[in-house]
């Protein structure tokens, strides 16, 4: 989607180059891979940037679909079986959530993930290499 990816230790899942051509096949080539060695390290940047948080969860007060996302938000996942944790929801601008049937626990966090970028994609014009979205960005 050509966004930057952002994987900030610990991780849940063994990083090294090799495990993500592994995860990533044939797109770890072409993706902007930003790793941070930890969470205030990530923080720096992202305040340094002047960028918003916007955190997906379960126990986001807002529908993804009726959030309006501005073109330099950084879209978080928390961990897939725990979520995020606290002090990840305290310096989140918004929590976001998709809506689900009422049995389901929660949502893969990739494909959660899709449908959220690709809305914020939708909203802000900004799909890759200048596509052209149905309807009117939200927002603008």
């Known amino acids: 989607m050509n966004v930057p990816v ?3 230790e610990p991780c849940g899942f063994p990083f090294s180059k090799r495990a993500l051509q592994r995860y ?3 797109y770890a080539d072409i993706v902007d891979l930003r790793h941070h060695a930890d969470w205030d390290t990530f923080e720096a940047l992202r305040h340094k940037n002047a960028q918003r948080l ?3 969860t ?3 007060a807002t ?3 009726d959030f309006v996302f501005e073109k330099n938000d950084i879209l978080l996942v928390g961990s897939e079986s725990t979520g995020a944790p606290d002090f990840v929801h305290d ?3 918004a929590r976001v959530t998709v809506p689900m049937a009422k049995e389901a626990r929660s949502l893969n966090v990739a494909i959660s993930m899709a449908m959220v970028l690709g809305e914020a994609m939708r909203q802000t014009a900004t799909w890759p290499h200048g596509q052209k979205t149905r309807g009117t960005p939200l927002g603008y």
Do not use: N, P, Q
Request: without cysteine; aromatic residues 6%; hydrophobic residues 50%.
């Open 6 to 8: 952002h994987v900030i």
């Open 63 to 65: 529908d993804y679909s």
């Open 91 to 93: 310096a989140a601008h």
């Open 54 to 56: 916007i955190l997906l």
């Open 58 to 60: 379960t126990g986001g």
């Open 24 to 26: 990533a096949m044939d």
